[in-house]
């Protein structure tokens, strides 16, 4: 190797072991087994060995561990990261083409390639010497967010890619989603009662832009390059697919649904082509991005602004379609609530006939004046649930109908209340209902419940029919001869459905309580729930206090709070002043008697005063104890256990054999078990109760005192004494931060004390 080889290899080498090093160290998630990472190091120390001089104390021989993260730091591109011009419709798209032949000066068809628009985030991914050497997003177009640690986690981005060790080239993307993941993100966050996103993309952009590169490795995310940007040592094809395919060829996902497709008509065809495919995709497109194939006439054709002349995004339709509202019709729930839900004419909306539409509730119905008889424009939501957009009133026939609420029960006949303050009516029938029953005994049997195989609504309703099941835990006394003499069941379904039956007995507390259909309380809670009581019994016994306690001083919000320190600040008073007289010698504004006289009940003097407002505990809150449980939860989950009927099918279950996995021990296998946490100050994103209840229910102790067998503590803003000791004692300081990851990852973090 002559020395220009070497100072590239160098480089190179350096690179690449600077990413394994990243991937060893800080995500946990070698990409290489130990013996390739070894010969890397000893090539490059062997290049070290032969031109000491060029040693630089960055060198990975030179230095421990993975580089300081530079996320976020600014990237300026080289070739600007432009947009596309939109057309809405097949006659905008045509006078693109017209523009493009125009300009072009010939009349002959013009070949596009044509790949879906992914609708994610673009990114730009820079390999020199064929290593990635730094990732960014678009930002403003010129300047965008260095995001290199993040995208390493991505696995469809190669590391490493064939190219010579002089060149150095831009590819350029989009990072996208699949459904299914942003459906399984979105669970995890609705479980820790975190904030859910609104879509693939903005998951897939929120997930990009972690803090923590170990954050963004846990999303899946996929890359899918469609482009190039600068590109140096590198010898470029005639055409634009001539790129893709070589792209593709260097080991990058590009987009399967592509094709070189020459002239208008062509070009119609694969935009519609690719709109039925559209539903089926594991990721969200949002149209058809034609770029002029030939590289020579994109030349020609060049930019303008912020776009080029030689590519055009023509976007889907959003799926809308008009049809007519036939009936209206209230169906009743599990819990007695009726859904009015609209029968209109069916419809082709995105793939899919629709044909039944849920207006949820009176206020809606009212809010969107729909009558039996009108006109509407329908959509599916998301492209999966449809809707009613908005009425055509010119359209409205002379005798339409308004929608009227029944004052009684369609099913059962009995009574239907409409509370004031909510927008949901609901049949006053209960277990009465047969309706109420039939939902109850299918939430009962469904997949996420106590998936009881074979149990359909045909079967529930014959039981219900013939009184062999009234509730749930009939379900157990069923026998082969009552079966077998229902129509229709066969011998062999008898014996299936019995078969399922025994199975769902061997369930878990979480299932279990998902299925007592408890209202408010979805899979997602009654998960919460089973891990913090583990046990049926203490849940039954539970007190809405168990779930919730209420803190600070009725009447005292953020406003007053302040206005009281400033009352504060403004005495001279010794502490031990009497807050009454204080009181009585000076009123602090803002705040009304009779929230003032609970003050003064509160605190004996000044300086107690003092002490709660500097330690934040003014403010009227209300704590949860049971991370996931709200109040209004918390006060359903007691009013359902202290109802005797359903004590009695709760029993009656238990005692057909419904039993699940006893929990092990004093929360032995959770992953805190046997730490013990003080936590002191102010927390910025929750309360030390919340905080206390997080760690509780993974297991920790929490308690009041640091000493020496103290495995961490937890210090907010303004730490004071406790701070002091933790530091006298050696014992760990995690600040907030380190708290939320804690959290996250409880297994990952704590070292034995
Ligand atoms: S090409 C100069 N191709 O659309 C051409 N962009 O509206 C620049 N996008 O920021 C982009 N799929 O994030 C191109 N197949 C595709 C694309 C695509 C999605 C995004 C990209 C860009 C935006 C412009």
């Known amino acids: 190797m002559n020395e220009s080889d070497d100072r590239q290899r160098l480089a190179a080498l350096r690179a690449e072991i600077n990413q394994h090093n990243f991937r060893y160290y800080v995500l946990d998630r070698p990409a290489v087994p130990d013996a390739e990472y070894d010969a890397l190091m000893r090539e490059l120390e062997a290049i070290e060995a032969k031109h000491p001089d060029w040693i630089t104390p960055d060198s990975p021989t030179q230095t421990v561990g993975a580089p300081p ?206 709109g039925e495919k559209r539903a089926g995709l594991a990721f969200d497109i949002d149209g058809v991005v034609f770029k002029v194939d030939s590289l020579a006439d994109q030349q020609r054709l060049g930019f303008v602004a912020r776009a080029p002349r030689w590519a055009i995004a023509w976007k889907f339709p959003a799926e809308e379609k008009l049809t007519q509202v036939r009936d209206v019709e209230f169906q009743v729930g599990r819990t007695g609530a009726l859904t009015p839900v609209a029968r209109v004419e069916p419809v082709a909306v995105g793939g899919v006939t629709v044909a039944n539409i849920t207006l949820h509730n009176m206020d809606e119905i009212e809010r969107k004046d729909v009558r039996i008889g009108d006109w509407v424009r329908v959509r599916r939501a998301g492209d999966v649930i449809p809707e009613i957009i908005e009425v055509l009133p010119e359209k409205r026939p002379d005798d339409a109908r308004k929608i009227e609420l029944p004052g009684t029960c369609p099913e059962c006949g009995s009574e239907v209340l409409r509370d004031e303050t909510q927008a949901v009516a609901r049949c006053t029938g209960g277990l009465y209902c047969p309706a109420q029953r039939r939902e109850a005994i299918r939430h009962f049997a469904s997949r996420r419940a106590m998936d009881i195989d074979g149990l359909g ?3 529930i309703t014959l039981f219900l029919e013939r009184h ?78 168990d779930f919730i306690e209420g803190r600070g001083i009725v009447g005292i919000g953020p406003k007053r709070e302040e206005s009281l320190r400033e009352w504060l600040s403004a005495q001279s008073a010794e502490p031990s002043t009497p807050l009454a007289d204080r009181v009585a010698a000076s009123r602090p504004h803002g705040i009304d008697e009779q929230t003032l006289e609970r003050v003064t009940a509160a605190f004996e003097t000044v300086g107690d005063l003092a002490r709660a407002a500097e330690q934040g505990q003014l403010q009227n809150e209300t704590i949860t104890k049971v991370p996931g449980i709200g109040p209004e939860i918390a006060r359903s989950i007691v009013a359902f256990f202290k109802q005797d009927h359903n004590n009695e099918v709760i029993d009656g279950l238990l005692d057909a054999g419904i039993s699940w996995p006893a929990p092990k021990g004093p929360v032995e296998d959770a992953p805190l078990t046997g730490k013990t946490f003080v936590i002191t100050g102010s927390l910025p994103d929750m309360t030390r109760d919340e905080a206390a209840a997080r760690l509780t229910a993974l297991g920790a102790k929490v308690t009041g005192s640091v000493s020496s067998k103290t495995s961490a503590l937890i210090a907010g803003e303004a730490g004071g004494s406790k701070l002091a000791k933790a530091e006298k004692l050696g014992v760990p300081v995690l600040n907030a931060e380190a708290l939320a990851r804690l959290l996250d990852d409880p297994a990952n973090i704590i070292a034995d004390p």
Do not use: C
């Open 457 to 459: 609504e045909k079967w």
């Open 468 to 545: 062999l099941v009234e509730h749930v835990d009939d379900l157990f006394r069923l026998n082969r001869d009552d079966l077998i003499a229902l129509p229709r069941m066969a011998e062999k379904s008898a014996d299936n459905l019995l078969a399922s039956l025994e199975r769902a007995k061997e369930t878990t507390l979480a299932r279990f309580l998902f299925a007592l259909g408890i209202p408010l309380v979805g899979s997602e809670t009654a998960d919460d729930l089973a891990t913090h009581f583990r046990s049926l019994t203490p849940l039954r016994q539970a007190k809405v206090e």
């Open 69 to 274: 993260s530079h996320a976020f730091e600014t990237v300026e591109h080289q070739v600007p990261m432009l947009s596309l011009d939109n057309a809405f419709d097949a006659d905008e798209f045509a006078a693109f083409d017209r523009r493009v032949r125009e300009r072009l000066g010939h009349d002959q068809p013009v070949t596009y390639l044509a790949e879906p628009k992914f609708d994610g985030l673009a990114i730009s991914l820079t390999y020199e010497g064929g290593v990635l050497a730094r990732a960014a997003t678009r930002g403003d177009g010129r300047r965008g967010e260095d995001v290199t640690d993040n995208v390493r986690t991505i696995e469809t981005v190669p590391f490493r890619v064939d190219l010579p060790g002089d060149s150095r080239i831009e590819i350029r993307g989009e990072v996208v989603m699949t459904h299914a993941s942003f459906a399984e993100i979105n669970r995890r966050a609705e479980r820790r009662g975190e904030k859910v996103f609104a879509n693939p993309r903005n998951a897939a952009a929120g997930s990009l832009r972690q803090k923590d590169p170990r954050v963004t490795a846990r999303r899946p995310l996929h890359f899918f390059a469609y482009g190039i940007g600068a590109a140096e040592g590198i010898e470029a094809p005639e055409t634009q697919s001539g790129w893709l395919d070589w792209i593709e060829r260097l080991g990058f996902a590009v987009a399967e649904h592509r094709d070189r497709v020459e002239g208008l008509e062509a070009a119609q065809a694969f935009h519609a082509s690719l």
